[in-house]
């Protein structure tokens, strides 16, 4: 790891562990890393593992001649099925799967890219970039994710995250990341508000950030920004529940950041 001009460069064979506990890794990437998994997953898995996993639909890892497995004449098995935790409520088309990262969500909040690397050349993806489906990735079979950087502005803001999980280690079922310029001051700028395990891919939340920048943070106008983001989604009958869950890691995730509501 390295600090190129106030940037911080993460090479992708670096474990979770030595992510966890690297002092110069700003602290949401460290509470993040050491969240994941077990303490001896954490010592193998790395950075790019952790961002290229394929999806944590069980269907579709237990073999069932699913969407995704089987093309466009077989079902989603977990329309019907069991899918009330690993699967999404936003967004779902076709696979209601979902990227299981837990790294991408503080990522793509801190403005992050990657680095990949093949005998063709180098290019460089931003994080939401990197994802075209569900725990699928736009890397080329020859391609290798070589480095992350997070960029030195986004450095300078304050990110902090929270996320929901069936038990200590496991992936989460839910994730937030919110970032902002100077939170300390009241007024909400350069806000991202990132979801995780709610889409095919995680993402940005317009309709949150459009509603609070540029203004005095107010707990009451954050709620019903949320709201809006609840009502624009689209869950399965077993996973209405992870809506609201969800709605309440952003606002909890605000309210740290912007020292309560007011």
């Known amino acids: 790891m390295s600090e190129p001009g106030g940037a911080l460069r993460i090479g992708g064979a670096v474990t979770l562990a030595d992510l ?11 509470v993040t890393a050491g969240a994941i998994a077990t303490p001896q997953i954490r010592s193998t898995a790395t950075v790019a593992g952790n961002l290229c996993q394929a999806k944590r639909c069980w269907f579709f890892r ?37 990227t299981p990262s837990d790294l991408a969500t503080p ?21 939401g970039d990197l994802y075209d489906g569900p725990g699928e990735t736009v890397l080329a079979p020859d391609e290798l994710v070589v480095a992350v950087e997070v960029p030195a502005a986004a450095r300078t803001r304050t990110t902090v995250a929270r996320r929901l999980a069936l038990w200590q280690g496991a992936f989460a079922v839910a994730s937030v990341a919110v970032s902002a310029r100077a939170p ?40 019903r920004a949320c709201a809006a983001w609840e009502h624009g989604t689209h869950p399965l009958p077993g996973n209405h529940w992870k809506v609201f869950a969800t709605s309440g890691l952003v606002r909890a995730a605000l309210d740290e950041l912007f020292g309560g509501a007011r």
């Open 20 to 30: 966890a506990r690297h002092p110069s890794v700003d602290d949401v990437l460290r």
């Open 62 to 98: 237990n073999g069932f001649d699913c969407y995704k497995r089987g093309g466009a004449t077989r079902p989603c098995y977990a329309v019907l099925g069991d899918h009330r935790f690993h699967h999404g409520v936003d967004d779902g088309h076709r696979c209601q799967a979902v």
């Open 107 to 127: 990522l793509l909040a801190l403005d992050a890219t990657v680095a990949v690397r093949s005998a063709r050349g180098d290019r460089v993806l931003g994080i």
């Open 184 to 223: 300390e001051s009241g007024v909400v700028e350069d806000l991202r508000v990132v979801l995780g395990g709610v889409a095919p891919t995680p993402r940005r939340i317009p309709v949150i950030e459009r509603a609070l920048e540029g203004h005095w943070y107010d707990g009451r106008t954050a709620e």
